[in-house]
C-alpha cells in the first residue's frame, strides 16, 4: 500500500515543468517573440502533445528547453524545472542535454551523421556521456538496437545511414536518444517524414520504451491524430501562445478556445461525408502581431474586446479565450464576416 | 562445397562491386594521367639521387653548352653540367618546397575555418578579417615581403608561401562548415550533449576534408611555380641549388645559341604544372560524382 502510494504520488509531481518561458528573435522590424509565456508541464511517464500549425512556436519551444534556440534568438525571461530542480540559462539548460533530456528530430534522412556507421554513432553516445568502456558501448548498443526494433543489430552495426530505410533511421535515433535513459524524451515531429504505416510503428516504438523506462514524451507535432492516439495531455500553440492545454479527453470532447474548436472541425472524418473546416486566413506574421488576441482576426466568434485582452495573463488559465464559455450561440457566418472586417 | 561456392560469392562481391562503380563512372583519364605524371616526376628524381646517376654541381668546363644528346638528355649549361640532371635535382627541392606550402596552411587553415565557421561571432570576425588582410597583399608582394624579412633564400620562401596559402584554406572551410552547421545532425550532436570540440573534430571534420584535398594540388602548383618565378628573379633559391626557375634563369643569356638550357627545363616545368591541374581537375570531378 505505502509503495503503492508513493508511485502514484511521483507521478502526480511533473516531471518537467514550464513556466512563462519567452524567446524572442530581434529582426529588422523589431523584436519577433516566438514563444510567449509558454506553461505547459509533463508529470513522469506522460505524453504531452504540442500542437499548431507552422510557424506556432512549437520547435522552438522544444529546442529552448534545451538551450538550443537558433542564434540570434534567446530566451528572454521564464524558467524549466526538472526533477524539481530550476533551471533558467541556456547554459544551465545545456547541461541536462543527454541525461536529462534528448530529442529526436523530424527528419531522419539527416539527423544522423553520413560519414559514421550507425553502431559508431549508438556507442559513442555511451561511451561520452557514460564513460563505457568501447567494448561494454558496442554490446550495449547491440541491445540498444534491438529494443528499437532494428532486425539483426549486431550486423547492422557497420552500416551506414545511408543503407538504411527512413524508419530505421529514426530507430537508429531513437536509440541514440534514449542510451542515456533520459527522464524527458522530445520528440519533434518524429514521424511527419515517415510513411503512414511507419509512422504508427514508430508511434508504437515511442510509448513502449516510455512504458519500459517510465520517461516522459513530449511530442511536437501538426497531425491531430497522432495527438489523439498517443497523449495523454495536450497543449495548443498559436502565434507563440499556449491557447489551450488540457487532457486529451477534454480537449477532443469539449475544446473551449475557438482555435481548438476550428481544429478539430479541420479534421477529416472518415464517417462522415461532409468536408472538413476550414479555418479562414493565415497565422499572422509574429513580427506584426495584432493587439490583444492574435488569432482574433480569424476567430468566428470575434468580438469587440477581443483585440484589449491581456494575453499575458489569459495564458496562465487553460483556455486563453475569455468568452469560451458564452461563444456557441454566435453564428459561423457572422463571425467570419467580422474576421474579413478585422483583417482588412 | 556449395557452401565454399557461397562464401567465395559473398567474398567477391565487394571488388566486384568496385569495378563496376569504375566501369560506370569512367576511369577518370584526367586524374590517372595526372597521378601518372607527379609519380613519374617524383620517381625520376628519387631514381637519380639514389642510383647516384651524375651530380648536379659536376663541371666540365670542356663539355659545356654541349647540345641535347643521349647522355645528357637535355644538353649542357655554360659550366657544363647536366641539365637534365639539374632539372630532376631540381624537381625534389620544388615539389617540398610546394608540399609543405601547402600541407602546413592546409591543417592551419582548415582549423582557423572550422573554429571561425562553427563558432561565428567575433572569432569570426577576427579570424576571417585577418584573412582578407593577408588577400589584400597581391600574393608575390607578399612574398617578396617575407624573403626581405628573413633575407634572400628558402627561408623567406617557406614562410611566405606558407602565410600566403593560408586565407584560402581557412575561407574553403569555413564556408563548408557555415552550410554544415545547419545540418540536423548537428543539431542532433548538440542536443545528445557533446562538447563543442568533439562536434567540430569528429563530426564535421570528416566532411570537410574532401573539399580541402580537392583544393590542395591548385595550391600546390601555384605555390611551385611561385618559388620558381621567386628563383628566376633571383630571390629564391640562390646558385649553385638547382631549381626550376635558377636553371631557366640561368641559360636565358644562351637562348639564341643553346636554347635547350632554358627551353627543356621550362618544358618540364610545363608537364609536371599539367599533371597537377589535371590531378586536381580530376579529383574535383570524382567529387562531384559522388555528392551530385
Known sequence: MTPMDSTTQSDDVPILSVEGLCVEFPGEHGVVRAASNVRFSVRRGGVL????????????????????VPAPGRVVAGSVDVEGVRYQSARELAGLRGEKLSMVFQDPASSLNPVHAIGAQVSEVLRVKLGYSRKAARAEAIELLDRVGIPEPARRMSSY?????????????IAMAIACRPRVLLADEPTTALDVTTQEQILRLLLRLQDESGMAIILVTHDLGVIEEVCDEVAV?????????????????????PYTRGLMAAMPQIDTRSLPEVIVGQPPDLATLPPGCPF????????????????????????????????????????????????? | MSTA?????????????????????????????????????????????????????????????ASPSLAHPFGTDALGRDVFVRTVYATGLDLQVGFVTTLVPLVIGMVLGLLAGFFGGWIDVIVMRVMDGLL???????????????????????????????????RLTRGEMLVLREQQFMMAA?????????????????????????YAPS????????????????????????????IIADGQSYLLTSWWISTLPGLFVVVVGIGFSLTGEGLAERLRARTG
Not at chain 1, 161 to 173: A, C, D, F, I, N
Not at chain 2, 148 to 168: D, M, Q, R
Open chain 2, 5 to 65: 561456392a557461397v562464401v567465395a560469392e559473398t567474398e567477391l562481391a565487394a571488388p566486384l562491386a568496385v569495378a563496376r562503380t569504375v566501369r560506370r563512372r569512367g576511369l577518370g583519364i584526367g586524374l590517372w594521367l595526372g597521378i601518372s605524371i607527379i609519380s613519374l616526376a617524383v620517381l625520376a628524381t628519387i631514381v637519380v639521387k639514389v642510383a647516384g646517376i651524375g651530380h648536379p654541381d659536376s663541371v666540365n668546363l670542356l663539355g659545356a653548352l
Open chain 2, 136 to 170: 589584400a597583399f597581391p600574393f608575390i608582394v607578399l612574398i617578396i615581403a617575407f624573403v626581405t624579412i628573413f633575407g634572400v633564400g628558402l627561408t623567406g620562401v617557406y614562410v611566405g608561401l606558407t602565410i600566403a596559402s593560408l586565407p584560402a584554406f581557412a
Open chain 1, 49 to 68: 502533445g504540442v500542437v499548431g500549425e507552422s510557424g506556432c512556436g512549437k520547435s522552438v519551444t522544444l529546442r529552448a528547453l534545451c538551450g538550443l
Open chain 2, 190 to 214: 548538440r542536443t545528445l550533449g557533446y562538447s563543442n570540440r568533439r562536434i567540430i573534430f569528429r563530426h564535421a571534420l570528416p566532411h570537410l576534408i574532401r573539399p580541402n584535398l580537392v
Open chain 1, 237 to 257: 500553440m498559436y502565434a507563440g501562445y499556449v491557447v489551450e492545454r488540457g487532457s486529451i479527453d477534454r480537449l477532443i470532447g469539449s475544446p473551449k478556445h
Open chain 2, 219 to 246: 595550391n600546390m602548383l601555384g605555390n611551385v611555380l611561385t618559388l620558381a618565378a621567386l628563383s628566376y628573379l633571383g630571390l629564391g633559391a640562390q646558385p649553385p641549388t638547382p631549381e626550376w626557375g635558377a
Open chain 1, 296 to 344: 482574433a482576426p480569424r476567430c468566428p466568434q470575434v468580438r469587440e474586446e477581443c483585440v484589449r485582452i491581456e494575453m499575458d495573463e489569459l495564458t496562465l488559465t487553460d483556455c486563453a479565450c475569455p468568452f469560451s464559455e458564452a461563444t456557441g450561440d454566435v453564428p459561423v457566418a457572422a463571425g467570419i464576416a467580422q474576421a474579413e472586417g478585422a483583417g482588412a
Open chain 1, 161 to 173: 545511414p545511408h543503407e538504411l530505410s527512413g524508419g530505421m533511421r529514426q530507430r537508429v535515433m
